[in-house]
């Protein structure tokens, strides 16, 4: 199973970019997808979730109103629309997958995730 996460780059604050995540080797249409992001010298933290077929999605308080997370089951990917982007936004992206399900609460727990991708650079610059 591989999950390859793109979209990455520079913006300036205020700008958008749209993250991918292609899934190959599994598919994830009854589990959960998530991203997740870790800054230099922080730790890796929650930024949103998709559950199965898209019924659900969670988000980090701080990203709440400027990302939106969905999934196309057909094409086996997951993105990651980001708007207004801040200056604090600056991280590397990880994208993971969980075959099975979990409920709401559970999908900010990194640990449930059983598949990571290598990460895409996400800097916020002017």
């Known amino acids: 199973v591989q999950l390859q996460a793109s979209g990455g780059g520079l913006v300036q604050p205020g700008g958008s970019l749209r993250l991918s995540c292609a899934a190959s080797?599994?598919?994830?249409?009854?589990?959960?997808m998530g991203w997740f992001r870790q800054a230099p010298g922080k730790e890796r933290e929650f930024v949103a979730a998709?559950?199965?077929?898209?019924?659900?999605?969670v988000y980090a308080d701080s990203v709440k109103g400027r990302f939106t997370i969905s999934r196309d089951n057909a094409k086996n990917t997951m993105y990651l629309q980001m708007s207004n982007l801040k200056p604090e936004d600056t991280a590397i992206y990880y994208c993971?997958?969980?075959?099975?399900?979990?409920?709401?609460?559970?999908?900010?727990?990194?640990?449930?995730?059983?598949?990571w991708g290598q990460g895409t650079q996400v800097t916020v610059s002017s």
């Open positions: 998709i559950r199965r077929r898209g019924t659900s999605t």
């Open positions: 080797g599994h598919t994830f249409t009854h589990g959960v």
């Open positions: 993971a997958g969980r075959p099975a399900d979990l409920v709401l609460s559970a999908l900010r727990t990194d640990h449930l995730y059983d598949y």
